[in-house]
Structure formats: C-alpha cells, structure tokens
C-alpha cells in the first residue's frame, strides 16, 4: 500500500513520525483534491453604441433632405442640385469657394433611399463586428478617418464639376481596419469570420463596373487608404494582453471633433429650408443655361460629366446620346440614352417643351433604324414625319432615307 501514497502520504507519515510538539520541517498543504475550477466566461458581448448612433443620424440627415428638397425623384431622390445646397463635396465649391465644411456634411448625406440602405445594411454588418472588438471610441475614429479621407480623395480625382456624396468613404474606412484587425491574435476565432465579410464588401467596391456608374470609386479609395492607416496605427498601440487599445481618449477626441465639425457644418452651412438656395444655380437638378452645351455638338467627356452631374436632367442623356452616334460608338448606348431623354415623367419633371421630346423620339428612331430594326423604327418616328420635316430637316431626310418616312408629309 505504500506505493499508494504518492508525495501526500510521504509527508503524513513523516509528520506522525515526528514528536508531539515538535515543529516539523513541512508546512501544512492545502488539501490536494483537484476541485473543477469555472471556465474563463466569455466575454459579454457589449452593444455597439456608436454604430447605432450613427446609423440613426444618417436617416435623420436623409429624413431632412427628403423633407426639405424642392421635388424629389424616383426612389426619394433629392435633385442634385438640392445636394449641392446640402453640402455635397464639389471641387469648384470647395477650392475656389472656399467651403470646406462640405468634407464634413458630404459623409452625412446620400443620393436616395436605396443608396441610404445599401450603405446602412453594410455598416450595420462590420459595425456589429468590430466596435465590440476594439471599442467605441476607436470605432468612432475609424469612421471619422475613413470619411475624412474618401472627402479629400473625391476632391482631389473626381473631376471639379461633380458632386459627392455619401457615407461610404467612411465605411470603406471601418472595412479597411476591420480587415487589418481580423489578422490580430486578440480578435480570436471570429476575426477570420470578419475579415471574410469585410474583404467581400470592399473589393466590389474598389472596381469600377461601368464608365458612366454614378458610383464614387475615388471616395471610396479615400476611405480604404485611410482606414488602413488607422488600422495599423491601432494594432501598433493595442499592446498584448489588454482588452482595449490604448490613447482611448485620442481616438475618442478625434470621433468626438468630428462629429461636432459635421454637426456644425450641418447646421450653419447646409441650406435644408431654403428651397430657393436649394435651386439657386442648379434648379432642380438641370442644367444652367450657362453650361448647355452650344449647339448639337458635343464631346464624349463633356456629355458624360453632364450626365453624371445632372443624371435627372433629359438633356443630359440626349447630348450623351449624341455624343455615342458621333463618336460612332455602340448604338445601344444612344439607344439607352436617347429612350431616358424622351421619358414622359422626366420632360414633365424637368419643365420641358413638348418639342424637345419629340426629337429626342426622332433621334431614338434612327438609331433603333440603324441597328436594323425597321418596323420599331417606323411605328416609333413615322408619327413624327410632320414634325421632323417643319423642324429637321437634315433629320428628316435621314428618316426618309432609313425608310421610317415613305414620302413627303401631308
């Protein structure tokens, strides 16, 4: 039995060995049974504050835009001329204005509701995932950042004469730190699970998928480009073994700074009751007369910076369907943009004489001619014989000779 001891029985054995009253050569043990000790809880997971917060004052912003554009398109979307008046980031304001408030009211305003939830469904997704990793006060600098930075890189790449605007430089950002934050040991199992969702939101994002997309690709470089330097700047100061990164009250301050910056930018430099400033140069959403270009002639670069300027406009997309037969380019892009420029709902919108949609109908029959197909070609422009033959003439003989007009007009 005495093999059954172990080291335990060893030193009972020596200690009823020794004299009553004598001190033995061994401290009394704490009894040796191996009690089940708790698992380490998890950490609680801590509600994402600052992502709630900014989610609701994005819709706030928009609720205002709504409520205070003077006409609102399909899908609530307020003119851009109402945007400009709300703070969009425009070049020409910016730099030779002197308004630099807009790098701040930019990121708090967007284009139409779906543009609102799209970016709202994907700032939800990282926000929930990250802000309880690293903390509110940094996620907050992260956004700031990030917005910062996609402001100043549409600024600098976007052509001077169209606006930006919109949350997703400041998403971009969060995605970027997401991505970098994931690789650390202190995210744990999930910060592979987080940086899989933040990789496939931002890559997308990164690639242009269309010449005429109205998607800002350099605010979003902006934003990627400055939460990535955020994203080491944090891992440089999260030092192993503590739950939170330090300089918290930095990050903190540099959230805090801008959130009041926007706040006050919001409200001393937008124009959100002010229908009249809303339309002052842009009325809503056209063209100024100033900018039309002269004549029908007009080159690709200019008619696609009116289209991306003035997307509700149906001049725009006439002359950037003028410019596709010119150029001698695809004809279903005039196609396209010819059937957006007769839209009836747009001509009323606009305030447009009957005139003008009946010749952008004229051009979209010549065009639907020369991709040989006659019969829509005909039904489409023969209505319009009369028409073409009192007023364009150079038209009109292109009608008769495409076979839309048989002969002279009655």
């Known amino acids: 039995m005495a093999g059954s001891f172990g080291k335990r029985g060893v030193i009972q054995q020596r200690a009823a060995a020794a004299p009553q009253g004598a001190a033995t050569a061994f401290p009394p043990l704490a ?64 730099f030779h204005a002197g308004e630099w408030w807009r790098v701040f009211t930019a990121p708090m305003l967007h284009g139409s509701l779906s543009h609102l939830l799209s ?3 994907v700032f939800a997704v990282i926000g929930f995932m990250l802000e309880p990793l690293i903390g509110s006060r940094w996620f907050a600098a992260l956004y700031a950042v990030g917005g910062l930075g996609g402001a100043i890189c549409s600024l600098l790449l976007d052509p001077p004469d169209i606006p930006a605007v919109g949350a997703s430089g400041a998403i971009m950002g969060v995605l970027a730190g997401a991505f970098l934050c994931g690789a650390s040991a202190k995210a744990g199992q999930k910060g592979r699970k987080m940086q899989s969702w933040a990789l496939r939101m931002m890559l997308p994002a990164l690639i242009p998928l269309a010449a005429d997309s109205h998607v800002d690709y350099a605010g979003h470089l902006g934003g990627v480009i400055a939460g990535l330097f955020m994203g080491v700047l944090l891992q440089l100061v ?19 700074a801008s959130l009041c910056a926007a706040l006050l930018a919001l409200t001393f430099g937008a124009r ?29 670069e200019e008619a696609a910076r009116l289209v991306a300027r003035y997307p509700h406009d149906p001049r725009a997309h006439f002359y950037r369907g003028i410019a596709f037969i ?25 305030g447009l004489a009957p005139a003008f949609a009946k010749t952008a109908t004229v051009m979209l029959a010549l065009t639907i001619a020369y991709e040989h197909r006659p019969e ?26 495409a076979g839309i007009c048989a002969g002279p007009p009655s």
């Open 119 to 121: 970016n709202a469904a």
């Open 326 to 350: 010119s150029d001698g380019r695809d004809l279903a892009d005039a196609e396209e943009q010819f059937r957006a420029a007769r839209d009836p709902a747009a001509v009323a919108a606009a």
């Open 272 to 300: 959100f009751g002010d229908a009249e400033a809303a339309t002052a140069a842009l009325a809503p959403g056209l063209i100024p007369d100033t900018q039309l270009p002269r004549g029908d002639s007009v080159g690709t």
């Open 376 to 401: 829509e070609a005909r039904a489409l422009g023969g209505p319009l014989c009369d028409f073409a033959a009192g007023t364009l003439e150079d038209d009109y003989a292109l009608m008769q000779k």
């Open 31 to 94: 009894p040796t049974v191996l009690e089940a000790r708790p698992a380490a809880a998890a950490p609680a997971w801590r509600v994402p504050f600052v992502t709630l917060a900014l989610l609701a004052l994005l819709c706030i912003v928009f609720a205002c835009e709504v409520r205070f554009a003077p006409v609102l398109y399909g899908g609530m979307a307020p003119p851009v001329g109402a945007l400009i008046a709300y703070g969009a980031v425009d070049g020409a304001l910016v």
């Open 238 to 256: 999260w030092s192993r073994g503590e739950d939170r990164p330090a300089l918290g009250e930095i990050a903190a301050s540099i959230g805090a």
